[in-house]
């Protein structure tokens, strides 16, 4: 069962950045496009463990801050050749409040 | 004409290559990455092969590789990308006003878009006997299956033509058993790449492992032998050799029978644009059959550069341009090190350096023309081919290096690993990339694997020589040895990064002529390929902005590190290090309370001394900053930035016996004037107060050091990955001189130095005269520049400050709870 939560306004994330959402021990990173496309990954680089929250946006990428590893942000997948992915979260936006399905985050921090 | 496209709707468009090799393959690769479901493509190859390595015919005709080893892309690859791919079909006809092609079997492809990829073609001598049996060219696959067939039956070789490629083959003959003579025309061999000592060198070389040689001989005739094959060769000087087997390799045709019969323009090659399209628009042409600005290439760098304009054009992206390459050799012959580049001749007002040692078969020779390193050759001992080549490449003005330039760059202060090692005598299990722990196995493996070509694709694999880059030459070398050895031509300039082929420089000054104030502006002026750029362009960008129009242009935190979104250093678990400012390193007791009574507080796990003469509170947690801030209550620190670090400082004559200059008070002075300063990198100061020197002056950007008549300025050290002594700059006698003096090199750097060059680099860019000539020489420009970077300093506020006291960017502190 879904259980989608209201958990910010699409203007609390800077554009070509991110915000941290935390549930329980488990940090969300929240990112926002230039365009406006909010995508939420698990804050975790899938090569050492990053915070992605924490690196430059952009396009619909994010440059990871420890070893600059580029995410896509629409899969959590490492652009080729790095190999691996972020978990990645539902999300939707209605008006401007971002939703986030905390039973798919539980079913993670579970 | 309809140029229209339909782009993701309707029927496919239609791409047809003609020629299967290794820049025509490349250009698919680089369409298909780009846009996918762009085109039906069909292919048609002469050969019976997919796409091979061409380079590396010569390890497989020396028996050191096989055929299937050099395959790039396999049939299925084709089969994966839905590529229609015709082996054995020749290409005789293109109907450029019905848009189809037809092959010598009457198979016929329709196209939207044509790329002519149909490579050369050996030449050959046009003596009588020329077509005999035993007459062949050194291109193709069925080239070196004839002659490893030959070797098996017939014992007498003879190579036409000394050049690469003939060396290559007889070297290749002469291991597969024959007796090989070189015949060659030239007075000396490789006279396109080498100079007549270093030929000799290689020639005497050659003879040792049982080569022979003919110099200066003509060919009159191939003689026919009883059994109708070829039996001996005739010159016109009368002698004659016995000859099994002829191998002609004196050079190349770009091959544009296909392109003139069907009326596209062709002189020396089937001309292209900077766009590599044909006078047909509808046709492009790269590889060796094309001719951009009259030069037709037949190395693999330039071809893969061309390789990725003429996709991105087909992909409709239509941004890129080809602009020519310079390029260098190496032979690939195992046991000789070989390596040219540029003009290695020299004329008229060039002059040249010799290094010669014909008994160790070392020979060097470095030419020069107005302080820039033009050309080179290298036998013998090759180990900083890379190098020269870089600064040959850059234009550096090797003035400064003069005097070393010969001996390498670990003569010139590097303390990293390059070139120390020689790849080829390397383990795999030898580390070649320190700071990513890659080893040379990982780089081999990789490079076979892939099929990787460039330095730019191995770093982007295996991560070797992204970091710090000191190892770069020695992995090029690698590149050399295992891919083969044409790898490193580059652009003649090196554009910012892959958004954009503009240089540093050409971005600067177009921030600077037409005031651009905002990332956006730059990105839509200068015709940005991404819409907003990437981690490796924003941040220079975001710096040339603030920098050009300090008060003016928009800081953007998001087109910065997040250290400098922060303002503290992130740290391998997340957490963040905090530095506060410590004026030349001097502190009080009650700083030193509070610092202490912050640790406790927020169970800081580590306090540490730093090199710079700091408190370092490491592991502090990112919400946890702007209350640390205000806690300490002390300035920033600036340590994680680029920008203005620490000066360092000796006591000085205030306390010690042998000071001659109060050291501590002139740098405190020095870092409350440079203050929050930002720069294409850091910057750190120290300040001395005698010549023995305490604070280490000898490898900060700025040293001073006091004498007893003043205080002397040194700059551009640096005590990092590149070890350099900084260099005298100037004697002053009052402290406002040395603020002033140092300011102005400093702003000079500001404004001149690419994002990350450090100042030694900027300084071996430009050359420590031409900062003479700006700063010691013109009073009026040093003291422009000492108040411009004034005036930039006075609208910069403590970060620390407006975020703890001030609440500025709060989100960036704060998490969301769900």
């Known amino acids: 069962m879904n259980n989608w939560t209201d958990i910010l306004d699409v203007n609390d994330i800077p554009k070509l950045g991110a915000r941290v959402v935390r549930h329980g021990s488990l940090d969300i990173a929240v990112f926002r496009t230039a365009d406006d496309e909010i995508f939420a990954l698990e804050d975790r680089c899938p090569h050492k463990g990053g915070p992605l929250s924490q690196g430059i946006v952009h396009g619909r990428k994010v440059a990871c801050p420890m070893h600059n590893w580029n995410i896509e942000l629409d899969s959590g997948c490492a652009v080729a050749p790095d190999q691996g992915c972020a978990r990645e979260f539902p999300i939707k936006v209605e008006g401007s409040r971002v939703w986030l399905d905390l039973s798919a985050v539980e079913r993670v921090a579970a | 004409m309809d140029m229209s496209t339909p782009m993701g709707r309707g029927p496919k468009m239609k791409l047809v290559m003609v020629g299967n090799g290794m820049a025509g393959v490349r250009t698919l690769e680089e369409l298909l990455k780009l846009a996918p479901d762009l085109y039906d493509i069909t292919v048609f190859g002469a050969e019976p092969h997919p796409n091979y390595n061409r380079i590396l015919l010569s390890p497989v005709l020396a028996g050191e590789q096989t055929v299937d080893d050099i395959i790039l892309n396999p049939t299925d690859w084709y089969a994966e990308n839905n590529i229609h791919l015709y082996l054995g079909k020749k290409v005789v006809k293109i109907d450029r006003s019905a848009r189809y092609v037809e092959a010598d079997d009457g198979t016929r492809a329709e ?16 003596v009588p006997g020329a077509d005999l049996p035993g007459v062949i060219s050194f291109r193709d696959i069925a080239d070196v299956d004839a002659m490893v067939r030959a070797s098996s039956q017939y014992r007498h070789a003879v190579v036409i033509g000394g050049g690469l490629l003939g060396l290559e083959a007889a070297n290749g003959l002469m291991k597969r058993g024959m007796d090989v003579t070189v015949v060659h025309i030239g007075p000396w061999l490789m006279e396109r790449q080498l100079d007549e000592p270093a030929a000799r ?44 087997l002829v191998v002609m390799a004196v050079g190349i045709r770009p091959n544009t029978e296909l392109a003139e019969s069907a009326g596209l323009h062709c002189n020396r090659g089937i001309v292209v644009n900077d766009t590599m399209q044909t006078f047909d628009p509808r046709i492009y042409s790269i590889g060796e059959c094309a001719a951009h600005r009259g030069i037709a290439y037949g190395l693999v760098a330039p071809l893969f550069e061309q390789a990725k304009v003429a996709a991105n054009h087909l992909a409709h992206y239509g941004i890129g341009r080809y602009q020519g390459s310079v390029t260098s050799t190496k032979l690939k012959v195992t046991g000789i090190d070989l390596f040219s580049a540029g003009d290695f001749i020299g004329g008229e007002g060039t002059e040249s350096i010799l290094y010669s040692d014909p008994i160790g078969g070392v020979y060097k020779k470095l030419v020069l023309k107005d302080n820039k390193l033009v050309g080179g050759v290298m036998y013998g001992d090759t180990v900083d081919g890379a190098w020269y080549f870089s600064l040959l490449r850059d234009g550096k003005n090797v003035s400064e290096l003069r005097d070393h330039l010969m001996f390498g760059q670990d003569h010139c202060g590097n303390l990293g690993h390059q070139g120390i090692n020689k790849a080829a005598t390397m383990t795999d299990d030898m580390e070649v990339c320190g700071c990513n722990g890659v080893c040379k196995g990982d780089i081999v493996k990789a490079i076979r694997e892939k099929g990787l070509f460039t330095l730019e694709d191995v770093r982007k694999h295996t991560k070797a020589s992204s970091s710090c880059g000191s190892c770069t030459g020695l992995v090029e070398q690698i590149l050399a040895v295992t891919a083969g050895g044409d790898y490193s031509a580059t ?11 503009h240089t540093h420089e050409a971005v600067r000054e177009a921030i600077r002529q037409n005031k651009l104030l905002t990332i956006p502006q730059v990105m839509t002026f200068m015709e940005w390929r991404t819409p907003n750029g990437c981690a490796s362009c924003r941040p220079a960008l975001n710096y040339y902005l603030i920098s050009t129009w300090p008060g003016e242009a928009e800081d953007d935190p998001q087109s910065r ?22 004026w030349g390193g001097q502190t009080t007791p009650a700083e030193l309370r509070r610092i202490a009574d912050v640790a406790e507080k927020y169970a800081i796990p580590t306090v540490k001394v730093t090199g710079g003469q700091r408190i370092d509170l490491l592991g502090v947690k990112k919400e946890d900053l702007p209350k640390v801030w205000a806690d300490l209550d002390m300035p920033s620190g600036h340590a994680y930035g680029k920008a203005l670090r620490t000066v360092k400082t000796c006591v000085g004559s205030e306390w010690c016996r042998f000071g001659t200059q109060d050291s501590t008070q002139m740098g405190i002075d020095l870092e409350k004037v440079f203050f929050k300063m930002w720069a294409p990198h850091k910057v750190k100061l120290a300040v001395s107060g005698c010549p023995r020197n305490c604070a280490e002056v000898a490898i900060k950007d700025v040293g001073i050091i006091g004498v007893d008549s ?46 990350l060059d450090r100042t030694v680099h900027y300084v071996e860019r430009v050359g420590l005269d031409y900062v003479k000539k700006k700063i010691l020489d013109d009073a009026d420009n040093r003291r422009a520049l000492y108040e411009r970077l004034l005036f930039a300093l006075s609208v910069e506020r403590d970060p620390w400050v407006e975020r703890a006291r001030e609440g500025k960017l709060k989100h960036e502190f704060e998490t969301v709870a769900a």
């Open chain 2, 201 to 244: 060198l290689l020639q005497k070389s050659l003879e040792e492992k049982g080569m022979k040689f003919l110099l200066q001989k003509q060919t009159a005739e191939l003689v026919r032998g009883e059994s109708g094959r070829v039996a001996a060769i005739t010159f016109k000087d009368g002698d004659s050799a016995p000859a099994d």
């Open chain 2, 491 to 501: 652009p003649k300039t090196k554009s910012m990064c892959g958004c954009t082929d």
């Open chain 2, 710 to 755: 003043g205080w002397e300025i040194y700059v551009a050290g640096n005590g990092g990955i590149k070890t350099e002594v900084a260099q005298f700059l100037v004697k002053v006698k009052t402290a406002d001189e040395v603020l002033e003096y140092s300011g102005a090199f400093l702003q000079l750097y500001r404004e001149e130095a690419r994002y």
């Open chain 2, 111 to 126: 196209y939207d878009r044509l790329l002519l990829a149909t490579g050369s073609n050996p030449f050959m001598l046009p």
């Open chain 2, 561 to 582: 590190f997040i250290n400098e979104r922060a303002h503290a250093n992130i740290q391998r678990d997340g957490s963040y290090s905090v530095i506060p400012r410590m």
